[in-house]
């Protein structure tokens, strides 16, 4: 077949299929589009009316159920994990302090650091906490999980805290200091004070919680129930965790809508409590946490809670949504299942799945443009299977189509997802790569090339031998997709005369 001749098959066309079947897929389109927004439209306002009339009628009963149901509930949950990531250190340093090895080594003279080392690293890895330690009364030398720290001092500033403790009647104190053990980062330390048999105190013994680990906790709380998770010291009232809306050291009377609240939550020490602050309603539940002697506070704002809660009301309304959606489903399914065989026809080479030769019509002008616009190389390549017609001579038609088949897998495997590449007519296929200059286009040429004539291509569990030609075409500035496209196919031409299995490039 001349090269002329094969030209004025390409282009001599009476009329532009791609164009036609555009057109028609534009209308059905439009059409579905008109059909699909008007039953939205009646379905919306219908049940839009019957939302607004249950969402005002409801308001009410959804608030009373923040206020006297989830609220409180959410509280219990969060005092449950609490038990669990807060408290638990405090039991931890309760079991140390009473911990009959501990009490018997000070006893005995603190004979062998090293096991009273070992002794606070295990408590340490066991229990995930942040530090552990023991200050004895005797020696007054500080015991770490590490080692031992140093002796405290009553003159030294940083060591106030045991002598503190040391002196206080309650058997324990939580207190937020830097440790020394760990670059000064500041802890949360469980102090618990240690005594033997006979009530002789001898000494200090604890673990200690990163305030980072604590802050992440709160975050947890805060995304798990969505709601605002503070703590307040039992007495002095001040902010010592929480949302990032309130700075840390924030005492609750200083706090607007709330501080006439606060004396009131002091006696009660729990309850649900309503603010206003910022023009919006508050609602809260607070409780007291003994073991921490801290405040917990959970708090939604009324009109967000609103936004979660209208569960309640969409359950309502359930029953209608879902025969909506089932008509609109139906109803843009049919038409989906016509439009969709119209593209699939349109678009789609039924043999191989590649796009067809109506795609790459719409496709390449659209690559030239982007092309032009981002001054960015690209390149056409026409693949041919070389002595096609004796495959189908020899073993049939079917295994002529297995063939192509096969090599539009190979193909594909062989360029990127951006690349386009169609099935052009009968043996021949089109592709084009985008942002791909001489060097790397050429390669990829002989890449797919070399793949094809590699592979292992079979019919009825036969191996047979395919090659194709290849005709590369550089886009030049100006030019049209005919005039590439062109280019490409008098190039395959050649590399065909010359031989086939090659890949030539025009000039």
């Not at 506070?297 to 309304?317: K, P, S």
């Not at 002595?387 to 192509?404: C, E, I, Q, T, W």
């Not at 200059?437 to 009825?460: C, H, M, Y």
Request: glycine residues 8%.
């Amino acid at each position: 077949m001349g090269f002329e001749k094969r030209v004025n098959v390409r282009y001599s066309q009476p009329a532009n299929p791609a164009r036609t079947m555009l057109s028609t897929m534009i209308f059905w389109h439009n059409d579905k589009r008109k059909l699909i927004t008007t039953l939205a439209v009646l379905l919306l306002v219908g049940f839009a009316a019957t939302t607004l009339v249950n969402y005002y009628v409801s308001k009410g009963v959804i608030r009373d159920s923040i206020i006297a149901s989830e609220l409180p509930l959410t509280s219990d949950n969060l005092y449950s994990e609490i038990q669990k990531d807060l408290v638990r250190p405090v039991l931890i340093a309760s079991m140390m302090a009473s911990n009959t090895f501990l009490r018997d080594w000070v006893t005995n003279g603190e004979a062998e650091p090293a096991r009273i080392v070992k002794y606070l690293r295990e408590i340490k890895q066991r229990n995930g906490t942040f530090t552990s330690f023991f200050i004895s009364e005797r020696t007054r030398i500080y015991y770490q999980a590490e080692g031992v720290l140093k002796k405290v001092r009553e003159d030294e500033p940083r060591d106030a805290w045991y002598f503190r403790v040391r002196g206080m009647d309650a058997p324990y104190e939580i207190s937020f200091d830097p440790d020394l053990a760990n670059k000064d980062k500041l802890t949360t330390f469980i102090n618990f004070r240690v005594h033997d048999d006979a009530g002789n105190y001898l000494g200090v013994a604890g673990v200690g919680l990163a305030v980072d680990t604590i802050r992440g906790l709160i975050n947890k709380y805060q995304q798990r129930y969505l709601c605002n998770v503070y703590f307040f010291d039992q007495k002095t009232g001040a902010l010592l965790f929480g949302s990032d809306a309130l700075v840390a050291g924030t005492k609750i009377s200083s706090i607007e809508g709330l501080g006439g609240l606060a004396e009131r939550i002091k006696q009660e020490g729990a309850g649900n409590y309503q603010y206003d602050s910022g023009g919006r309603n508050h609602l809260l539940n607070v409780r007291l946490v003994p073991e921490l002697k801290w405040y917990l506070f959970v708090e939604r704002v009324e009109e967000d809670a609103l936004t979660g809660i209208r569960r309640t009301l969409y359950l309502n309304l359930a029953i209608c949504v879902v025969i909506s959606l089932i008509v609109l489903f139906a109803t843009s399914l049919t038409i989906n299942r016509y439009q969709g065989q119209l593209e699939v026809m349109a678009t789609t080479d039924k043999l191989t799945g590649l796009a067809n030769r109506q795609a790459c019509d719409l496709l390449i002008p659209q690559a030239l443009a982007e092309a032009r616009r981002a001054k960015a190389p690209l390149l056409a390549m026409m693949i041919d299977i070389d002595h096609f017609k004796y495959v189908n001579d020899r073993l049939g038609h079917p295994a002529g189509d297995s063939m192509l088949t096969q090599l539009a897998q190979a193909m594909k495997g062989a360029l990127r997802e951006s690349d386009i590449v169609c099935r052009w007519g009968g043996e021949e296929f089109l592709v084009v790569i985008k942002d791909t200059d001489a060097a790397p286009g050429q390669a990829l040429a002989e890449k797919i090339r070399g793949t094809v004539e590699n592979g292992s291509f079979r019919w009825q569990d036969e191996p047979v031998r395919v090659t194709v030609s290849v005709g590369v075409a550089y886009y030049k500035e100006g030019e049209t997709p005919e005039q590439l496209i062109a280019r490409a196919d008098k190039a395959l031409f050649q590399a065909k005369d010359a031989g086939r299995n090659r890949v030539h490039v025009a000039a």
